[in-house]
Nanobody
Framework: QVQLVESGGGLVQAGGSLRLTCAASGGTSGILGLGWYRQRPGEEREWVAGFTRHGQANYEATLKGRFTISRDNAGNTMYLQMNSLTSEDTAIYFC?????????WGPGTQVTVSS
């Protein structure tokens, strides 16, 4: 079992920045990949960015350049730095772990960008 908790969401003005944190605990040695997803109002959940098991960072094409992901040395905490935010970035942001035992999701953190 892997437990994920996101934090760092909130209300920000357009053009501003936020950094989200995903803290993983439990069976973290079994994690193969970590990623960020988001669900905008009225839309389906979509992939934002993530790390492969080999540590490569990948990004959704339209977000690359504004969003940056990073991890701590232990690999159990992942960050999502979001810059130049627009109202289109308003969403619930989720952390997902793909582990040898299955797929795990955090409860999400709300990001609201005011225009």
């Amino acid at each position: 079992q892997v437990q994920l908790v996101e934090s760092g969401g909130g209300l920000v003005q357009a053009g501003g920045s936020l950094r989200l944190t995903c803290a993983a605990s439990g069976g973290t040695s079994g994690i193969l990949g970590l990623g960020w997803y988001r669900q905008r109002p009225g839309e389906e959940r979509e992939w934002v960015a993530g790390f492969t098991r080999h540590g490569q960072a990948n990004y959704e094409a339209t977000l690359k350049g504004r969003f940056t992901i990073s991890r701590d040395n232990a690999g159990n905490t992942m960050y999502l730095q979001m810059n130049s935010l627009t109202s289109e970035d308003t969403a619930i942001y989720f952390c997902r772990a793909d582990a040898i035992w299955g797929v795990y999701w955090g409860p999400g953190t709300q990001v609201t960008v005011s225009s």
